[in-house]
């Protein structure tokens, strides 16, 4: 007995249709399948990774990943909403409680930056794929990666593409994509190895600093994870720069808790 072809037809919106060829984005897509696929399965054949969407609406209903395609299914597919209130719509993965992330081995700079900011940024240059999924479901962090294979393992629940290849612009378009710009905390994270930088009196550290260090500087912080001093040295007015680059306050109106020093 023949088995009867199913066709589905998918229309990608907004920047999901980045992850297309030319010649498939913004229109309407026929897709012929063998069985009744789930739709998140649908969804990543075309190369678009879960963790970019939103939302989707099968034959004018709002589904869930797990929603099995049927012959002549129309469905739409939507990215994170800047601007829209959807709350009141099925959720296509769980809400985290916090903006928690790991990131894969090519954006160590990235994470710096990240931790800079203040936000938990989970890196280890000798992560392979499997633990990045594994660590991102296990401790509910956000997978920041440029490799959308990863994207697409089931144990990914939450994640996101990052398309620049300039440190300085990632960190843009993390805080562009997950709205953090109110929850930066500058220095209160060390960029060396994610700890939490403390304040700690002169004459706690001042055995460790350099004569100029003594001389010119008084606040210090100190990770309490590795021990790593930070003064606001000359990387600190780097930092700065910066952050207004990327429309976050200067740290100057926050309570630094510290800031590498140059």
């Not at 469905?75 to 709350?87: E, L, M, N, T």
Request: include cysteine; charge should be neutral; charged fraction near 30%.
């Amino acid at each position: 007995m023949a088995i009867r072809p199913i066709r589905v037809f998918v229309r990608f919106y907004a920047e999901l249709n980045d992850f297309l060829p030319p010649d498939r984005r913004h229109r309407l897509l026929a897709c012929d399948l063998v069985e009744h696929d789930s739709v998140k399965d649908v969804i990543e054949s075309q190369g678009v990774p879960h963790t970019e969407v939103e939302l989707i609406v099968a034959n004018g209903e709002p589904v869930g990943f797990e929603y099995r395609v049927d012959d002549g299914d129309r469905i739409a597919v939507y990215p994170h909403f800047q601007r829209i209130d959807i709350s009141g719509l099925p959720a296509l993965r769980p809400a985290l409680d916090e903006p928690r992330f790991v990131l894969d081995t090519h954006l160590g700079t990235l994470a710096r930056y990240l931790r800079v900011l203040g936000f938990d940024a989970l890196y280890r240059n000798d992560y392979d794929d499997e633990t990045l999924a594994r660590v991102a479901h296990d401790e509910a962090r956000i997978l920041l990666t440029r490799d959308r294979g990863l994207l697409k393992r089931s144990l990914v629940t939450h994640g996101y593409h990052v398309w620049s290849t300039r440190p300085a612009q990632q960190v843009a378009e993390v805080l562009r994509r997950f709205d953090l710009f109110d929850r930066v905390a500058p220095f209160r994270r060390c960029p060396r190895c994610n700890g939490v930088v403390e304040p700690v009196p002169k004459a706690a550290v001042v055995d460790q600093l350099l004569p100029k260090t003594r001389q010119f500087y008084d606040e210090f912080g100190r990770c309490a994870a590795c021990g790593q001093v930070y003064w606001k040295g000359p990387h600190y007015d780097h930092m700065r720069r910066l952050m207004e680059g990327w429309g976050t306050p200067p740290p100057a109106t926050r309570r630094a808790q510290g800031a590498p020093g140059g």
